[in-house]
């Protein structure tokens, strides 16, 4: 059995992560680990964990940082990671990292909002330096991401047409997830 995991640390990226875990074959376990950086993560987590919405394929996790997180991930049987960001030094750092301990790790990025289809995060000298090794300078354009799921899968096309490969298509939107489950997501986070 494949095993996923999500690395969310937003309200916004656990309903992202639930809706794209939606797509992914029901034989793979998908784990969504809750990094402890929103108010009442923690009690999100344990509704989450004590819910029986859920898949049976779905578990939760809680650690108090992302670093915690790909610690995590360092040491378990997780063959692709979704992450809401490949962007910059630091992040590129930590995926190197993480990849040079898991070879076979495959690295996803997932869209939160709308910084996802901009292209003007890095410009000049910064955008060249990091091009050229490999760092993201767009999201999904780091070298060692596989893939990146997206909400408007043409219009990332459109903008970053060398990395149009990369990108694949969520299915249906956070509004509609959010409708097909509101009873239970009232309940999950409290609302």
């Known amino acids: ?4 995991a999500f ?3 937003k309200p916004i990226q656990i309903l992202v ?3 794209l875990a939606e797509q992914i074959d029901g034989l793979e376990l998908v784990t969504l680990i809750i990094v402890d950086e929103f108010h009442g993560a923690e009690d999100v987590f344990n509704k989450f964990q004590d819910s029986s919405y859920f898949a049976s394929n779905t578990e939760f996790e809680f650690v108090v940082s992302k670093r915690a997180a790909f610690k995590k991930i360092a040491h378990s049987k997780i063959v ?3 992450i809401d960001s490949d962007v910059g030094l630091k992040n590129y750092a930590s995926l190197i990292l993480l990849k040079g301990m898991r070879r076979n790790l495959t690295i996803n990025v997932f869209e939160e909002g709308i910084g996802t ?7 000049g000298w910064k955008k060249f330096a ?3 090794i490999g760092a993201g300078t767009h999201f999904g354009g780091a070298s060692v991401t596989k893939s990146i799921y997206v909400f408007d899968h043409s219009a990332y096309c459109d903008i970053f047409d060398k990395d149009s490969i990369k990108a694949k298509p969520i299915r249906g939107t956070v509004m509609a997830y959010l409708d097909r489950h509101s009873s239970e997501l009232e309940r999950e986070f409290s609302y």
């Open 1 to 4: 059995m494949k095993r996923a």
């Open 7 to 9: 690395i969310v640390s």
């Open 17 to 19: 992560a639930l809706n």
């Open 80 to 82: 692709s990671l979704f």
């Open 117 to 123: 289809y901009r292209d003007d995060l890095y410009l």
């Open 130 to 132: 990091l091009d050229s």
